[in-house]
């Protein structure tokens, strides 16, 4: 069984930088795939990034929404037990509960940031003041 913890969330003044952080534990062939996704007032969960660690030539690939590409950067640590989001020059309609959410996935289907993880977290708040 994975299991997904988030923490981090904060508010912050447009323009500044918030880190988030995910611990994620169970089996490593589970979580192939981790990601962050937000959801924000009145509207659906989107995919935010991803980070592809399983087999393959493709380990090691991130994907980004274009709305946070420049912006944002996810990675592990070493144990692929944690996954971080750097958010940099943030703005108020980054506003959102942030997920964390991990899967087995192919790197395509991970880089589809497609909110049909099996696993997820409980969410942590980021607000950006204007």
């Known amino acids: 069984q994975v299991q997904v913890v988030e923490s981090g969330g904060a508010s912050v003044q447009t323009g500044g930088s918030l880190k988030l952080s995910c611990a994620v534990s169970?089996?490593?062939?589970?979580?192939?795939?981790m990601a962050w996704f937000r959801q924000a007032p009145g509207k659906e969960r989107e995919g935010v990034a991803a980070?592809?660690?399983?087999?393959?030539?493709?380990?090691?690939?991130?994907y980004y929404a274009d709305s946070v590409k420049g912006r944002f950067t996810v990675s592990p640590n070493n144990a692929q037990n944690t996954l971080y989001l750097q958010m940099n020059n943030l703005k108020p309609d980054d506003t959102a509960l942030y997920y964390c959410?991990?899967?087995?996935?192919?790197?395509?289907?991970?880089?589809?940031?497609?909110?049909?993880?099996?696993?997820w977290g409980q969410g942590t708040q980021v607000t950006v003041a204007s």
């Open positions: 980070f592809y660690g399983g087999p393959g030539r493709d380990s090691g690939s991130t």
């Open positions: 959410a991990a899967d087995r996935k192919s790197p395509w289907a991970c880089g589809w940031l497609k909110n049909d993880f099996a696993y």
């Open positions: 169970g089996p490593i062939s589970s979580r192939s795939c």
